[in-house]
């Protein structure tokens, strides 16, 4: 019996794990903008920025297609931007 090539299955849960990540990391964000306390400010901008520095890590290790590409670049950049206009070095 032959089996199938676990690196496709590996690819594509790779890279539903960086969407959850970029999710999560935007998340983070909204959730900066809207409290009251400097302290969960500081942690949730601390985890969106731990969330998009593995991204970065992660993704050029993954076969992604051309338009998969594009969507990640584009909430990647959303994300950087966001990150420093709170004041946060991606």
Excluded: C, W
Excluded at 12 to 20: A, C, K, N, P, S
Excluded at 52 to 57: D, E, G, M, P
Excluded at 58 to 78: N, T
């Amino acid at each position: 019996m032959v089996r199938p090539d676990p690196i496709p299955k590996s690819n594509r849960l790779g890279i539903e794990f960086l969407d959850t990540e970029l999710k999560l990391a935007h998340t983070f964000m909204d959730s900066a903008a809207i409290s009251q306390y400097a302290d969960r400010i500081m942690q949730s901008h601390k985890d969106a920025q731990i969330a998009y520095r593995s991204v970065l890590h992660f993704l050029p290790r993954l076969k992604l297609s051309p338009e998969e590409q594009i969507d990640f670049d584009r909430r990647l950049e959303a994300l950087r931007d966001r990150l420093v206009e709170a004041g946060v070095q991606p």
